[in-house]
């Protein structure tokens, strides 16, 4: 690469540097990052806190913690378990018929003394059955059919086979009276003794001969037999068409803030499994990214509106970048304070978390309406962040909403302190009454009202703190600063009064107007005050070429007019750099730059039109450098400014006068456009020169004239009050102490302003 490319290139990255340094200088680009970083930063702590906590148990541990339930969830295996022990209990199972038993239970009773009389009929027939018939017996019973015979005593079994009625009439009890009943029951396979042993009982109290019994039992036990089965999926269906019926009216609900598990019980596999579906179980559960998203998106679109509302009804606040970083830092430090409460004490978070700090910070820097929406913006966030709870909501939003109307206005931070005991006050109230709504016991109630107490007075120590850094760090005054300002000890002031005290007593008539104009049409009266006592901080530069301040001869007298125009209108640049060096807001160095506007020397200017040539003069060159007011303080200030010196100057201060020459002077300043940029109405304007007119006229007020004796008199009095001495020690005409007249001859009038140099 060529030495020119090189340099080519050089002057390009500068300038591409350039570009990027005044981006990033950009106020609008500066706003947007504090916004940005505001909106993320909180909704960042909300969906921390608002995301479940975890906690290292699994089945069987102790569990070292309290959790309570954020919210009502059904302990579902609990509702299954409690859901199966009532069908054990409550549910038979389905029985069916088996097709066919009780005929075969029939029909085998019939093939059982069929083959018995059959077997009797071969025995009788044979002869070797007279001598051993048992033995006879088995061996024409193959299958041991009638092993039973064995057992019957040998001359019980051939009465039997001799007379075969009593088998007859066994047979017909069993066939006509036992059978019946037995096949009418649901035989199981676990009944069947049970029936066996009644159908016993019966035929024993028919039968008395134990070889018939004993015939009987053996029948029995081989043909009854089940006639009647479970149905396994039918009853299946049943137990589960029950469970599911149950499950659904009788759920086992953990309510809204009612312990899961106590600190010290045994974690049982229920419990084990709300926790798990609550996310609370660390090594089960996964980042909730559902619950982050909408958490995020709720907090955004609250966000949004609060910044839209600003931007459509305080377009000053929101363009002011200083403004906008205040309320995000109140923001910030507020949520930082919610997240530790919640963080560390969950259980009485609702209760203690300090939600006033932004409210009434940016009700003091701000105003009301900035503080409301900043108060919705916290509350619903952090009604997020506490599981939506209506304690927190109520209470926040009525004190949220009141707490800018306490602490706007206030001068003193004693106020403040006493705004915060009120706020205290209407916690408490709105606390206990949510708690009689929702039937909580006494000491609950005083428990709670106090928390809620507290929270109100430790809000308002927070504010309190916290107030003067963010005046230092964002140059944004307050009313007690305003105060600080406005006591005559300040530096300034004091240098005021021992270099300048022509402009002292004057910007202190200038403040008295203001603040009586300012205070009639609703605006800031201190701010005017304290602005007016500042707006001519720079003629301590050069004290002695304003007229107020001189002694003796005129320092213009010697100059040219151009001259002298630029020195005069230098004192509002001369005055901010004063208020630079002394650290004075920024809102007191732009009314000490356009209390004069961009009006013309005219008094110069006409004296430089008379002597050179008029074609070289221009203009501006005797204009002050502005800018306008851009503020309604500002712009009554440079009204009370301009009055105050004009009616010092005229010789008869009549009513009429006053009224007519304030009248002028706002009708002159309107007409040139100096009040073009503040939001003054005509309406406003009039209010503000009957304001004006009431207090000059109270201030110079016609007085009527003493007789000649009356005043000797007068003065002699006033040297006896003066020097302390007996009446009879003064006469008329008697010399003072001090070897001279009392007082000094009067000065002489001052001549009509038009004569005069401009002040």
Do not use: W
């Not at 307050?478 to 000890?489: C, F, R």
């Not at 002031?493 to 270099?499: F, N, T």
């Not at 009040?675 to 007020?701: P, Y």
């Amino acid at each position: 690469m060529n030495a020119q490319g090189g340099v080519a290139l050089n002057r390009k990255n500068r300038k591409t540097g350039k570009n990027l340094f005044d981006f990033l200088k950009n106020v609008s680009f500066q706003r947007l990052i504090a916004l940005v970083v505001t909106f993320l930063a909180l909704a960042t702590m909300v969906a921390y806190q608002a995301a479940p906590k975890k906690y290292k148990l699994s089945v069987g541990d102790i569990s070292e913690y309290d959790i309570n339930a954020p919210r009502d969830i059904e302990n579902k295996l609990k509702t299954l378990e409690n859901a199966e022990l009532k069908a054990d209990e409550e549910l038979e199972p389905v029985i069916v018929p088996i097709e066919g038993a009780n005929d075969s239970i029939t029909a085998n009773t019939y093939a059982y003394f069929d083959g018995l009389g059959s077997l009797f009929d071969q025995v009788k027939n044979s002869e070797q059955g007279k001598d051993d018939p048992a033995a006879l017996i088995k061996e024409y019973d193959k299958r041991n059919y009638y092993g039973v015979l064995a057992r019957i005593p040998q001359d019980k079994l051939l009465a039997l086979i001799a007379d075969d009625s009593e088998i007859t009439h066994l047979k017909s009890v069993i066939i006509n009276s036992v059978l019946p009943g037995i096949k009418r029951k649901q035989l199981m396979e676990d009944d069947l003794e049970y029936e066996k042993e009644t159908a016993l009982a019966q035929l024993k109290q028919v039968f008395e001969d134990e070889s018939i019994i004993l015939i009987a039992e053996d029948l029995l036990g081989k043909v009854i037999v089940p006639n009647s089965r479970i149905d396994e999926e039918a009853t299946e269906e049943q137990r589960n068409a029950f469970i599911d019926s149950y499950v659904k009216e009788n759920p086992v609900i953990i309510y809204k803030d009612e312990r899961i598990i106590s600190k010290d019980d045994k974690v049982t596999k229920d419990k084990f499994e709300v926790l798990k579906e609550l996310n609370y179980i660390d090594s089960e559960g996964r980042p909730d990214y559902l619950l982050y998203a909408a958490v995020f998106l709720l907090v955004f679109a609250m966000f949004f509106l609060t910044i839209l509302y600003l931007r459509n009804f305080h377009k000053k606040l929101y363009f002011d970048k200083n403004a906008v970083m205040l309320v995000g830092v109140s923001i910030l430090i507020t949520s930082l304070f919610a997240m530790l409460f919640k963080e560390f004490i969950p259980d009485y978070a609702p209760l203690i978390i300090p939600t006033l700090i932004a409210p009434v910070l940016t009700a003091i820097f701000l105003g009301i309406q900035p503080a409301i929406s900043v108060n919705l913006l916290l509350t619903f966030s952090y009604a997020l962040m506490l599981g939506g709870n209506i304690q927190f909501i109520f209470m926040s939003l009525i004190s949220g909403a009141i707490a800018p109307y306490l602490t706007v206005n206030a001068t003193q931070r004693r106020k403040i302190s006493l705004a915060g005991l009120m706020l205290g006050g209407i916690n408490l109230v709105v606390v206990v009454l949510m708690g009689i709504l929702e039937k909580k016991s006494v000491e609950s109630l005083l428990n709670e009202g106090g928390l809620a107490f507290v929270n109100g007075i430790f809000s308002i120590i927070l504010a309190i703190g916290i107030l003067p850094f963010l005046e230092s760090a964002f140059n944004i005054i307050t009313p007690m600063k305003l105060l600080e300002l406005a006591d005559p000890n300040h530096p300034l002031l004091k240098r005021l009064l021992l270099e300048a005290p022509g402009t002292y007593h004057h910007s202190l008539m200038v403040g008295n107007l203001a603040e009586v104009a300012t205070r009639e049409i609703g605006g800031n009266s201190l701010l005017s005050r304290v602005g007016a006592y500042y707006h001519d901080i720079g003629k301590l530069k050069r004290p002695h070429y304003f007229k107020e301040n001189q002694m003796a001869e005129n320092p213009h007298d010697n100059l040219a007019p151009s001259m002298s125009s630029r020195i005069i209108t230098s004192h509002t640049r001369d005055g901010e750099e004063l208020a630079i060096k002394y650290k004075l807001p920024r809102v007191i160095r732009d009314m000490i730059v356009q209390h004069h506007g961009t009006t013309i020397m005219v008094y110069f200017y006409h004296m430089a039109t008379q002597n050179g040539n008029t074609e070289e003069l221009n203009e501006d060159d005797f204009k002050y450098q502005g800018p306008l007011p851009d503020t309604r303080e500002a712009a009554v200030v440079m009204l009370a400014d301009s009055v105050e010196a004009a009616v010092r100057s005229i010789p008869d201060k009549t009513r009429e006068k006053i009224e007519g020459l304030v009248r002028k002077i706002i009708k002159d300043k309107l007409d040139d456009g100096q009040l073009d940029r503040c939001d003054l109405t005509l309406k406003e304007l009039t209010i503000i020169a009957q304001s004006f007119i009431q207090v000059l006229s109270g201030i110079f007020h016609e007085r009527p004239e003493y007789p000649e004796v009356e005043k000797k008199n007068e003065l002699l009095e006033l040297d006896n009050s003066i020097y302390n001495l007996p009446r009879t020690l003064k006469k008329e005409g008697a010399p003072n102490p001090n070897g001279g007249n009392s007082l000094q001859p009067a000065e002489k009038a001052q001549p009509p302003a038009g004569n005069n140099k401009p002040s």
